[in-house]
């Protein structure tokens, strides 16, 4: 089935420096791209999504990445604070429709103060 | 707003056994999601369910059963738990593409 790969699976970052998550996905269909972050023993939550008609978003300190010809998309977090510490996924919506999402494998981020 | 709940929070079953999760939602979401995660790895689709009454299966449908009862409950069926399982189950719920979780359930089979 279609995959999303996700780099770095673990990230250690030094409080204030940014930290840097990509994303790559195979289907160009692909039109929705959400992040989510899931702290110890918590469900994910939605934090910032970006769809196919844009290239960059920014809200509070996060910024998303869109590279459709590459099928490439990232996450900056940019002032890294100990409480950005925590399991992130990205996602692809799917080419087979009906709202699904393909996600990441995960990527573990731990700001060290 | 709305909110995603699922029961139980916590679920310790015997090998062999058939164990059943619940999962409602308030959103009035049409679209209604089941996914395992295992510990520290990504989200892999069980089943999905478009409308009241509708299944469709994910990539790892093998060994569960689902029923959407009505458009606010969805459940998941383990079909014959496996000794030494553990894993956490979520549900999740999406009017368009934006998917959101509930808390889960954690399995935990003797």
């Known amino acids: 089935g279609e995959q999303v790969e996700q780099l770095p699976s673990i990230l250690r970052v030094q409080e204030g420096s940014s930290a840097s998550i990509n994303c790559t996905y195979e289907?160009?269909?692909?039109?929705?791209f959400p992040w989510y972050k899931q702290e110890p023993g918590e469900n994910p939550k939605l934090i910032i999504d970006i769809r196919s008609n844009m290239e960059r978003k920014q809200t509070q300190g996060l910024i998303v990445l869109l590279d459709k010809k590459a099928k490439r998309f990232s996450l900056h977090i940019t002032d890294t604070q100990p409480g950005d510490s925590a399991m992130y996924f990205c996602a692809a919506s799917s080419s087979s429709g009906s709202w699904q999402l393909i996600f990441g494998s995960g990527t573990q981020l731990t700001v060290m103060p | 707003g709305g909110i995603i709940t699922q029961t139980p929070k916590f679920l310790i079953g015997q090998e062999g056994q058939k164990l059943t999760l619940k999962c409602q939602q308030n959103f009035n979401h049409d679209t209604m999601y089941w996914y395992r995660q295992d510990s520290g790895k990504g989200l892999r689709l069980i089943y999905y369910?478009?409308?009241?009454?509708?299944?469709q299966k994910g990539d790892l449908s093998e060994g569960y059963d689902a029923s959407r009862e009505k458009k606010s409950s969805f459940s998941l069926t383990v079909t014959s738990a496996q000794k030494n399982e553990m894993a956490v189950f979520l549900c999740?719920?999406?009017?368009?593409?934006?998917?959101?979780f509930g808390p889960g359930t954690r399995l935990l089979v003797l």
């Open positions: 999740a719920s999406s009017s368009r593409d934006t998917q959101y």
């Open positions: 289907n160009s269909a692909s039109n929705y």
């Open positions: 369910s478009i409308t009241e009454n509708d299944l």
